[in-house]
């Protein structure tokens, strides 16, 4: 199975654009589809985007225009790159993969990076 480690986490100032890698051990992230997510305090989980296997990338409709998802095949590691964080944006950010963006639910999860933002 695949293991997911998210890293790049850790206090910025509002505004700020810090990426986040998750780096897969096991398998090529090309051949999986990979989401992020994100859980704020008091909060359920959220959907932030994917990735297919095919490249085509989907994000939620909120956090389209100021985050963006790729991927690296030869670091086997896809990132979030999260521009203009706003406090609300504090949470902390999960990875996931599976075959299919269906069964990410599902599939491998990381253990999750804090972000916090501060105003």
């Known amino acids: 199975q695949v293991q997911l480690v998210e890293s790049g986490g850790g206090s910025v100032q509002a505004g700020g654009s810090p990426r986040l890698p998750c780096e897969a051990s096991?398998?090529?992230?090309?051949?999986?589809?990979v989401g992020w997510f994100r859980q704020a305090p008091g909060k359920e989980r959220e959907s932030v985007g994917a990735?297919?296997?095919?490249?085509?990338?989907t994000y939620a409709d909120s956090l389209k225009g100021l985050f963006t998802i790729s991927r690296d095949n030869a670091k086997n590691t896809v990132y979030l790159q999260m521009n203009s964080l706003k406090p609300e944006d504090t949470a902390v950010y999960y990875c996931a993969a599976a075959v299919t963006i269906a069964t990410i639910a599902r599939g491998s999860w990381g253990q999750g990076t804090q972000v916090t933002v501060s105003s």
């Open positions: 096991g398998i090529t992230p090309s051949f999986l589809a």
């Open positions: 990735i297919c296997r095919n490249g085509i990338r």
